[in-house]
């Protein structure tokens, strides 16, 4: 019975880290069109262009990194209070 509580908090947590791997893209791709063309005026060119491209990229896969680490401490949290608990 434990395994199986144990299982499904799992299997919410993993849903929970889905739904914002989801979530993100579509809410990335809005708000960088968007600023990109509005925030500055001018227009990249060449290698401007693809380091944009790249400080865009390690920004996306920084707040991934950190959503990702924000759910693990959330599910050890709930197992921890469950080891305590039980």
Request: glycine letters at 6%.
């Amino acid at each position: 019975m434990e395994k199986q509580a144990r299982r499904i908090e799992t299997l919410k947590a993993r849903a929970e880290l889905q739904q914002g791997r989801l979530a993100r893209p579509d809410e990335a791709t809005r708000m960088s069109s968007s600023s990109a063309s509005s925030s500055r005026g001018r227009k990249l060119v060449g290698e401007d262009k693809l380091r944009a491209r790249i400080v865009r990229q390690r920004k996306e896969a920084l707040r991934y990194g950190v959503e990702r680490l924000e759910l693990e401490v959330l599910q050890k949290e709930r197992e921890l209070r469950r080891h305590l608990d039980g």
